[in-house]
């Protein structure tokens, strides 16, 4: 770790570890001088779990996650927990964050409305929950590089960061509808985009930004785009954007801006990197050496997707009934899920366990026959309009790693 980033590591520790007794967090800064990248999906890795356990602690996180980048923190909970309950406890939610967590007390947060509107508004946290309703949303939040490490299987852990099937994780959240705010501003007519930006500090190319990024005034105005602060009954966590964070349920999780300070009202998207640069999309044939970044696809919303979470990646199972299960997620509820235990030939459709209810992951489950010998589990789900997930990562290659929704393969031993 340079000397920059164990600064920086320190200081977002000391403000998500200031309940923490003097003692743990001696241990736990101890700990910041090691760097080192585990895996909890896809090819087996040698993992220590008893490595992490005292910053997974510190930071109220469970001790079977792996951690990816301890500064800044980024995690994905093991797969059969995760997959355990629908609604994901805050000690298993991902954290996916591009610089150490901000530290700004709640009482001193102000949230800036400006650009396109009427009435430019500074709206403190007391403002908001005395001016506006309480609503509460339940929500699946999925980042961009879900299944990296499938599209990228050899690509350098410093570059990206390489996720399984773990970057991803369904909340309870509460806090005030964006559109209610908006209203409050008075939009303009030209305004097209609303921009959100964190409060977060980013170095990249000599410049020091927050994390930023916009959506459609459309999308906005939806009743399920939050100005969040709390998740599953809790005050949100600072990790997660506490006090304040955007929720777009149904995008990215790369546009649900953490820490939330500004939101303005332009024409055009944001400006920021995260926008304009990463988080966009290119052809197959592009690469980091042939890119021009004023081109590609700037990602919204979700694609049909699902993933298989147990059993394990390699598990050695025992000939005879087993059950297969795992997540599905579209940007509207998906329809079905199909499951092969012989590499894709033939499909059996799996039990879908909810209702599908909008802006949620669906959970799947299906008990099929193996007997002894290597099979290949796959699984695809489909929308409602009939269509399903492309079956290999080569027709959506990007070399960014987004959005891997090719169908999941996972090999397994059965003795
Ligand atoms: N907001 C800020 N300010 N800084 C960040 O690094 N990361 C984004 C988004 N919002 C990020 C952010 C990305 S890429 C994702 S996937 C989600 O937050 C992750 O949210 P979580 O850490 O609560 O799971």
Known sequence: MTQINRREFLRGLAWLTAALPLRELGRVRALSSRKKHVWSDGPARETDLGEW????????KHEGMTVYQESPFNAGPPLAPLRAAFETPNELFFARNHAPVPEI????????????VARPLRLSLADLSRD????????????????RREMLPDADPGSAVLWGSDAISHGRWTGVRLRDVLRAAGVQESARFVAALGRD???KGGRVFGMGGSIPLAKALGEEVLLATGLNGAPLPPLHGGPLRLLV?????ARSIKWLGQITLQEEPSENHYQQRAYKVFPPEITSETVDWAQGEMLGPFRLNSAIC????????????????????????VAAVEVSVDGGRRWQEATL???????SWSF????????????????????????TQPATVAEIWNFKGYFNNSWQRRLVEVV
């Not at 007390?105 to 396109?116: I, M, P, Q, S």
């Not at 366990?353 to 802006?359: I, M, T, V, Y």
């Open 364 to 387: 799947w489950e299906r008990e099929v026959r193996l007997p002894a010998g290597r099979h290949e589990l796959v699984v695809r789900a489909w929308d409602q309009a009939g269509n």
């Open 105 to 116: 007390a709640a009482a001193e947060w102000c949230l800036k409305v400006d650009g396109l």
């Open 249 to 253: 349920p149904g995008y990215i999780g």
């Open 310 to 333: 147990t059993p394990a990646p390699g598990a050695q199972l025992s000939a005879g009934r087993q059950r297969i299960a795992g997540y599905a997620i579209d940007y509207e509820p």
């Open 201 to 203: 500090e980013i170095q």
């Open 353 to 359: 366990l909810d209702e599908g209810q909008r802006w």
């Open 53 to 60: 356990a005292e910053l997974l602690r510190a930071l109220g």
């Open 132 to 147: 506006f309703p309480t609503v509460e949303l339940a929500a699946t939040l999925q980042c961009a590089g879900n299944r």
